[in-house]
């Protein structure tokens, strides 16, 4: 007894010890089981079978793809198109409506003749003395909107010159022969990059458009020295010439713009 009096806390001390011991171990093994009780369970999920996905449904996709790789043709100068190609209804003698699509009567018309349009330039005449020598350029547009036949225009030698409505020119760089009376004149016209030359029996010309003359069977009609930019009337439709050629005309419908081209069938 006197040894527990004298010696009780140094035996707490041990059995508190002994406690811990005994905790730190158990802990030891509750952790290790721990550990193996969450591989375990870990390799479970991992390692379960699964179902694979089912493969998307891309059908639609595919056929819109497909769909966009074909270009779509949009044919604008059926009749059946009646936005770009309007019914055209006419009334007949005895008061009937009728429908005549635009189009129908342009398909009869004939070309009958087409003619050359020149750009002509001619020496005239010559005045002046052998120091300031004038000479009389003699330009014909026949091609131009407004035809004013043959015009007459005085320059010196360098001297620069407009003429015609598009205020094109033209200037005389070279005199051959004798100033008074030349064997050629050399002449730099603004729209040609190489100049040209002429004599007084040797003009220069050049084509700078066409004329044609137009035939409308269904009433008999003839419409003639017709240019570009000039208006026809066939069938109670308006048309505008937009180009002639030394084989065809093309034509534009006023209602819808529609273009037609109508071939020349030249007399053999």
């Known amino acids: 007894m006197q040894f527990l009096k004298k010696n009780y806390e140094k035996i707490l001390l041990g059995i508190v010890l002994l406690g811990l011991v005994g905790a730190a171990v158990f802990m030891l093994l509750v952790v290790g089981q721990e550990r193996q009780a969450q591989e375990e369970l870990r390799n479970r999920i991992i390692s379960r079978p699964f179902r694979p996905l089912e493969p998307p449904e891309l059908s639609f996709a595919s056929t819109v793809l497909r769909r966009g790789e074909l270009p779509v043709v ?21 008061g009937r409506n009728i429908k005549n699509p635009v189009g129908a009567d342009i398909e009869r018309l004939q070309i009958t003749r087409i003619e050359p349009l020149y750009l002509r330039i001619s020496l005239g005449s010559i005045s002046g003395s052998e120091s300031s020598t004038r000479y009389a350029i003699v330009i014909e547009q026949q091609a131009a909107r407004r035809n004013r036949g043959p015009r007459s225009y005085y320059v010196s030698v360098g001297e620069k010159r407009e003429y ?27 729209d040609l990059e190489k100049p040209i030359s002429i004599a007084r029996d040797r003009p220069y010309e050049r084509i700078d ?6 035939r409308y069977p269904p009433q008999n009609t003839l419409i003639r020295n017709r240019r570009v930019g000039d208006r026809v009337v066939i069938a109670n439709e308006e048309y505008s010439i937009v180009s002639i050629t030394e084989n065809e005309v093309g034509l534009s419908a006023k209602s819808n713009q ?3 081209t109508i071939k020349y069938d030249r007399p053999s």
């Open 164 to 190: 015609g409505e598009d205020k094109d020119s033209f200037i005389v760089r070279e005199v051959k022969g004798t100033p008074s009376d030349p064997t050629e004149l050399v002449i730099e016209l603004s």
């Open 258 to 260: 529609k273009r037609w």
């Open 74 to 94: 949009v044919n604008f100068s059926d009749n059946t198109h009646r936005l770009f190609n309007p019914v055209r209804w006419q009334r007949t003698v005895d």
């Open 209 to 214: 458009g066409y004329m044609a003359d137009l």
